[in-house]
């Protein structure tokens, strides 16, 4: 039989004040019994008593017991009272705020930091960060007019359709925007939005690769396609990229039958290049020969001030070959996180399948706001004036270096991107001139961080988007105080 | 020397009305290269010739060739003229449209339909599908109003700094909100702002599961689940549910030491109960002593209609071991896209650099409009509200099926959620109810789709949170003649 609990040992703590009483005696009886001070099989007094007890309403002491047992921490049977469950276990002793549980350890242990990022302390907003684009001259206003006029709809639209490929509208007007400024021909089917480009490239990689499958990177490349493609299992091969982008003779060397090629043709990431054509069009005749898929990384492709955009690499694609990605992320801003993907014809079925394993997408307004942004023209100016400015930012960057960096360090000649990539002159390594560029607080990432097997391309990666001109000249001057030789310095 | 082209070879097909004439001239010739009309090693005519020739000024033939030769297609050197690029080579035969391509046909060849999902055909909204909400009483107003609000003040806002996580005064409410609610214990920094909860799950599968390590899944349980710890290569370890959760002692006879275990403890995906207090200990007690983590999917846990919500497992473990999982496409709308994760403190900067190796998270406008809707209230005002009318909607569901579906269909007696658990009694399996149901078009899915090792629990799935009334007992009358023994119908 078991005992009846006496008064003293369900000794109630005191009811903070606003506290509701039958919220405030559940928790009590609660932690008495995970703490043990209830032991099991101990009877609970009759509700009357316990009522009487503690000067409190019957009803609700009825209450709070009927929720104990709802939740398992008391039994209860007609005639027989309420005990505290048998089955009921002690709980572990806490551990110390913070202290990390066995698994917690493993994972832990597990975990290094990527080459690309090593190293890396968060600086507030100066030349020459690379993340943003020129935030301030986003029109904002337009933004939100068109924000405030779909979501005054949200009720109705809430109640869309939706096959998971992302708002129809907007699928159409992209396709009709990437065939205007891109050249590629797809169907708003082929096209589905995702929420940026490392989602695009995480979740491509795990559709297109099987562990162990060789694919060609970029050397130096992108480091956020390289750890999305060894996530999936994937083996990197590095190859060369020279002034027209990836060298596909030396990629033949190397591995001659990939199962895959990343490939950022428009702007080369790191180095700025832009891929020639004669090499567009090799690489697409080896994908088709091999059964390799091409991944086209399209990120900065808005963003030429000499000449105009170069045709996507998709555009020439007669295989079927090419995956192309893409982002607003730099033409509108990141907070948007929206990215696309378009896939050939026969996999689009296939894609949507794998990515609902992976993130259920779903018609979201974000996307109404976007379509509409495309459909009125903003975004096709947006673009324009961003060019312009850019190419301004561009221009007296390089004037700047011109004057202030000779023989320290020459920016490439492409004029392209939101960075651009400079050469160092004074006989620094990549990761010395980063050090000494970060002591006089300007961010200027070393262009080794995203080298793989080649050596050092001595060179820092300058973002100039989000700097207005008296920042950047501001920059320059810091850089060359930092880029000096030591002995100079000293004079 | 390379050959130079006669007029007749580079004959210019007509340009279209309103094409731009320098647009046209780059076209024609960039096809004429590509098709092969113009060989490699051609020279075009110098550029004032060929200007006459087809009666365009000069200026336009030198942007175009200066447009070709950037892209790679010509070369051009002065005193030599221009020629079509040695290195140019034909693109491959043009595909038929749609063909998969040979890589395309490998990732074909290998895809298999998750179990749960096989066979499933889309249909209009009708009784009794499960994914959606009473979306049309969600307090669309409110939310255009915040959104309109917040949008207005986008210019600024998207400057804010952000360190991957979220919205930062949404993290703290939702803490808040968690504390209050679910009586969950944690930082605003343990929180991270996800996609959704299949984003959740499966960026936590690769987070926390080596290949091959053994995890325990509640059979039946939930699909979505169990494909994001597959696709993390973890060996599942299905582990019956009974009417008090999963069954520990079983568990613990196929596998004593997991790596991790999942568990739905609100209201088990599928079967609806809710994990009783003595298996929700034992199986804290598990985990801390094998090492693993605990996965609690929280899905659901706001609607309870009997009772109070059960705190959170989270709230119990002492051990650190729980990784809680939460998403407001059900208490809201789906198409916000907007989960949780908390996380252990020990792990919280590492589950962070994880996520940015699969998706580059920011601060999005409607994380500021949610922090706004659950800080003035909203939130809470509408769970009570959809309460209120699910617990309406699931009686009437019940008393309609007391009526009309008495020896076919038993609705379960859990009163929770935004669907319900309903076992056969007419003899038919899983498989055939579903089917016979679907041909009367009312969708219930079969409780076999969600079960791993264990036999066909013979019961439907029915979700009645979306259907008003009306629909619900229509439905019920069409699944009562989908359900009667063929005998009786004939009579």
Not at 189 to 212: H, K, M, N, Y
Not at 219 to 237: E, I, K, S, T
Not at 312 to 323: H, P
Not at 430 to 455: G, H, I, M, N, P
Request: charged share 20%; with cysteine.
């Amino acid at each position: 039989m078991a005992k009846t609990v006496s008064p003293p040992e369900l000794a109630l703590s005191g009811r903070p004040p606003g506290r509701g009483l039958a919220g405030w005696l559940y928790s009590e009886l609660r932690s008495a019994i995970l703490t043990g001070r209830l032991t099991r099989g101990t009877r609970l007094p009759a509700s009357r008593d316990f009522a009487r007890l503690h000067g409190i309403a019957r009803g609700t002491v009825v209450a709070v017991f009927e929720r104990l047992q709802a939740e398992g921490y008391v039994s209860s049977r007609v005639g027989r009272g309420t005990w505290v469950n048998h089955e009921m276990l002690r709980t572990a002793a806490p551990h110390a705020a913070g202290a990390a549980p066995e698994f917690a350890r493993r994972i832990i242990a597990g975990y290094a930091r990527p080459k690309a990022l090593r190293g890396l302390a968060a600086t507030p907003p100066r030349p020459f960060q690379m993340g943003k684009p020129a935030l301030a001259e986003f029109p904002a206003r337009v933004w939100a007019r068109l924000a405030a006029r779909r979501a005054r709809r949200l009720g109705a639209w809430l109640r869309l359709a939706d096959d998971g490929r992302g708002y129809r509208p907007l699928r159409e007007a992209l396709a009709q925007h990437l065939g205007l400024t891109r050249g590629i021909h797809c169907h708003p089917d082929q096209v589905s939005l995702v929420s940026g480009t490392q989602q695009a490239l995480d979740v491509l990689a795990r559709f297109l690769v099987q562990p162990g499958e060789p694919v060609w990177m970029e050397d130096p490349g992108y480091f956020g396609a390289a750890v999305a493609l060894q996530n999936a299992g994937a083996q990197l091969v590095p190859v060369p990229v020279d002034r027209e982008g990836l060298s596909v003779a030396q990629g033949l060397e190397q591995l001659a039958r990939p199962r895959g090629i990343y490939l950022t043709p428009a702007h080369q990431f790191p180095l700025g290049v832009a891929m020639s054509a004669a090499r567009r069009l090799q690489v697409l005749e080896i994908a088709s020969r091999v059964g390799a898929f091409i991944i086209e990384d399209d990120y900065d492709s808005e963003f030429r001030f000499e000449g105009r955009p170069l045709p996507a690499l998709q555009s020439l694609d007669r295989g079927s070959t090419v995956i192309l990605v893409g982002t607003f992320s730099k033409t509108l801003f990141p907070a948007l996180r929206m990215g696309y993907v378009v896939m050939p014809s026969s996999l689009t079925d296939y894609f949507l399948a794998f990515q609902h394993r992976t993130q259920l997408c779903s018609v979201h307004l974000d996307q109404s706001i976007l379509c509409d942004f495309i459909v009125e023209g903003h975004l096709g100016r947006h673009i324009r004036r961003m060019r312009n400015l850019y190419a301004g930012r561009l221009a007296c960057l390089a004037e700047s270096a011109r004057r202030q960096l000779a023989g320290l360090l020459e920016i490439d000649a492409v004029r392209a991107g939101l960075y651009t990539a400079a050469y160092l002159e004074n006989g620094m390594t990549s990761a010395d001139a980063e050090r000494a560029a970060f002591a006089l607080e300007v961010d200027a990432l070393a262009l080794d961080r995203f080298t793989f097997k080649r050596e050092d391309p001595r060179g820092l990666l300058l973002g100039f988007a989000a700097f207005d001109e008296k920042s950047l000249r501001q920059g320059v001057i810091q850089l060359a105080q930092a880029l000096e030789p030591r002995t100079a310095r000293r004079r």
